[in-house]
């Protein structure tokens, strides 16, 4: 018997070994990226989104013993993505009233503790070292297709419109080799995919306000994309209606542009540079005399402020310097994919107990779709969406919780009095 020849065997280990090691670094790393190539974006049919909606995290902004709390997280259950609710401190007066900074004119209660929650989650963010995040407040409705269909498409319209960096170098890290699923996050520093209306300048009871300028989105970076889970034009909000008839949009489509006028913060991402900024300058927990009394408002000046922004905001975080004249590159998905349920607002709420003038209660868009929301027992601008209860399930219930995420969340059956959303 022939003993072994073991100077040949050993190189045969050696390849092998390095084999499954490169073949386990590409299939770990694929998880969440895929290498990008323009051909990607020409398939009809988009994959779906990843557990976190290609973003980092998924974080809500929500505090502890909400009301609104519950339905949120079932809602999330269903549609089969992941959450993370950061813990907020208990705020005392003293934090109120230091936040305030002795202003008053125009100051409620409810939205600076709504401006705190929403700082929290952006603390929250930076300590996790985590790229992108998804920031969502806990009031918030949305299509049962999110994740499926909504997500992918506007993913796939931000690639277009900020094509990743590529690298021929195969062996390169991660962010040089692998997509970023929203585009180059060096391109862009915070995207609206949840908001009242950017209806291109300000709006009023009486609807959209129409000055001098035509509205167009020609002088705008803008990309318009078919998506089937849209509501027919009649079903969109009024103020909806008249800009896509305006702007001549066509029916079942959304557009991805540079933001002009977003209203509210319902759901937003941020990159790390941009939560950085806005904790430092942007939108500080501190107000200023004539600036901004709301969080979202404070939100709307630093869009306004990077209107004609290109560059990438420095590495803040790495070197600290002040850029009081920077604001943010935000892009607007027109229109939404979040809008907030029905009814009252938290800040309201909280403004009547401190009795405060709360004005008309209702917003200009609130106050014109409220009629609609009610005759199509659905939130604003969403074809299949939870506020009606339909996908509700019992605490523990786990066989119905699986069936709706196979068959409305999966398969986007809209399971509401016999319609069918496939």
């Known amino acids: 018997m022939l003993a072994p020849n073991r100077k040949r065997s050993l190189p045969l280990l050696v390849g092998l070994v390095l084999t499954l090691l490169f073949c386990f670094h590409y299939r770990n790393t694929d998880r969440i990226h895929i290498p990008w190539t323009p051909s990607i974006e020409s398939q009809q049919t988009k994959l779906p989104a990843n557990r976190t909606l290609g973003f980092g995290a998924v974080i809500a902004v929500s505090k502890e013993g909400s009301n609104r709390r519950h339905p949120f997280l079932q809602q999330a259950n269903v549609t089969d993505f992941d959450l993370t609710i950061p813990k907020q401190p208990q705020w005392t007066e003293s934090d109120v009233q230091r936040f305030r900074n002795g202003q008053e004119d125009g100051v409620q209660h409810g939205s600076i503790l709504a401006w705190m929650g929403h700082l929290n989650a952006l603390r929250w963010f930076l300590d996790s070292g985590l790229e992108t995040a998804l920031i969502l407040e806990d009031d918030l409705d949305w299509d049962i297709r999110l994740r499926s269909i909504q997500i992918p498409l506007a993913a796939s319209a931000a690639r277009i419109l900020m094509p990743p960096k590529r690298s021929l170098d195969p ?22 995919l949840g908001h009242c209306g950017d209806y291109l300048d300000r709006v009023t009871y009486k609807g959209l306000v129409f000055d001098s300028k035509p509205f167009t989105l020609n002088d705008l970076p803008h990309l318009t994309y078919h998506d089937p889970t849209m509501p027919s034009r ?49 939108a500080p927990p501190k107000l200023k005399p004539n600036g901004p009394r709301a969080f979202d408002v404070a939100l709307l000046h630093a869009c306004i402020k990077g209107a004609r922004e290109t560059n990438p905001i420095p590495m803040l975080w790495a070197n600290p310097p002040s850029h009081p004249d920077r604001g943010l590159r935000c892009w607007t998905l027109n229109s939404e994919l979040f809008h907030h349920v029905p009814g009252e607002s938290e800040i309201a709420k909280i403004g009547k107990d401190h009795g405060e003038d709360i004005g008309q209660g209702l917003s200009p868009v609130d106050w014109a779709g ?53």
């Open 370 to 422: 409220q009629a609609q929301t009610i005759r199509r027992n659905e939130t604003t601008n969403i074809s299949c969406g939870f506020w009606s209860g339909a996908f509700a399930f019992k605490d523990g219930d786990v066989d119905r919780l699986e069936f709706l995420r196979e068959q409305v969340g999966r398969e986007g059956k809209c399971l509401k009095g016999g319609t069918d959303a496939v």
């Open 234 to 282: 009649s079903e969109l909000h009024p103020f909806t209606q008249d800009l896509f008839s305006i702007l001549n949009i066509p029916e079942h489509a959304r557009t991805l542009h540079r933001s002009k006028f977003p209203l509210c913060s319902f759901a937003y991402a941020v990159t790390r540079p941009a939560a950085e900024l806005l904790l430092a300058a942007l």
């Open 171 to 192: 062996l390169a890290k991660l962010p040089q080799t692998r997509t970023q699923y929203w585009g180059n996050h060096g391109a862009w520093d915070l995207l609206y």
